[in-house]
């Protein structure tokens, strides 16, 4: 892969390019003859592109394993909390409240009193919380139309698309 001169290097060389046939500013055609011939632009792009295809092939596997690992992860969770729960089960149909053992101990103890909501469209306003956050779909149609205090559109800018494999 090209150092950071290199990068550098050739950037520099297509702006003298640039510079020096300035009719190559509105040929994309000439201007991409002229790249080719005249530096190695299209080996780096094409080294780069292949390194960002890695990437993004690497990126994909570690999203995958991540999945593996993430479904394992609540597999042994599940498996916690069936344990917890048989021995609190046991313990409390032998009326035992305490067990030690040289690896841990084991004990039952009262718990607060949790909520439980039954059918939440019947709570009272009084008791809901109400999470207020931008609506971007709205105020970019009003931003389209108008100035909108705390917020602006972005120029947009460009991106770059990679097809293929």
Do not use: W
Request: include cysteine; aromatic fraction near 4%; charged fraction near 35%.
């Amino acid at each position: 892969m090209s150092s950071k001169y290199d990068i550098n290097m050739l950037k520099r060389t297509i702006e003298l390019l640039l510079e020096r046939y300035p009719e190559l500013k509105s040929d994309e055609e000439l201007r991409a003859d002229m790249l080719e011939g005249a530096t190695d632009f299209r080996e780096t792009m094409d080294r780069l592109l292949r390194r960002t295809q890695d990437s993004i092939y690497l990126a994909n596997a570690c999203q995958s394993a991540e999945r593996d690992i993430h479904d394992r992860r609540k597999r042994f969770e599940k498996r916690v909390e069936f344990g917890r729960e048989l021995m609190k089960r046991l313990m409390e149909a032998a009326d035992i409240r305490k067990l030690e053992f040289p690896t841990g101990t084991l004990s039952l103890m009262n718990s607060a009193p949790q909520v439980v909501i039954l059918n939440e469209h019947e709570i009272p306003d009084d008791f809901m919380r109400i999470k207020k956050e931008p609506n971007k779909v709205l105020l970019k149609e009003m931003l389209e139309k108008m100035d909108v205090r705390g917020a602006t559109l972005s120029n947009g800018g460009t991106s770059l698309v990679i097809r293929g494999a």
